[in-house]
């Protein structure tokens, strides 16, 4: 014999969405962490690469490196250049996406 099914019931329907929430609540917070993660690597990346240049043109250029302030896409960094001995490094603060203070250092020659 034949059985009428009319659909899903109650509890399955329950049972599917309570299951779907648990995933969801568990991905969201993840997703968002990741983001922030590729976010800050991103910045990272930028602040070496104006780092780099601005070692490159002491080095190549000759020129006279002092600290300076500058704003490229409304962040501001501030470059330090130091000197301990025979060791000579070039500094870049800025503050982070979470409002930290990040730094990346690189050493150089002149």
């Given amino acids: 014999m034949i059985k009428c099914s009319s659909g899903f019931s109650f509890a399955e329907t329950l049972a599917a969405f309570s299951i779907w929430t648990i995933i969801v609540g568990l991905l969201i917070p993840q997703f968002t962490i990741l983001t922030i993660e590729r976010m800050h690597a991103k910045q990272t990346v930028e602040a ?4 780099y240049e601005k070692t490159q043109d ?24 130091r000197e301990e001995g025979k060791d000579k490094n070039a500094c870049l603060y800025w503050k982070g996406i979470t ?10 020659t002149k």
């Fill in 58 to 81: 002491v080095m190549l250029n000759k020129t006279v490196y002092q600290d300076e302030q500058f704003v490229i896409d409304n962040r501001q960094y501030q470059l330090i250049w």
């Fill in 48 to 51: 070496y690469k104006i780092l």
């Fill in 99 to 108: 409002d930290q203070d990040e730094s990346v250092c690189l050493p150089f």
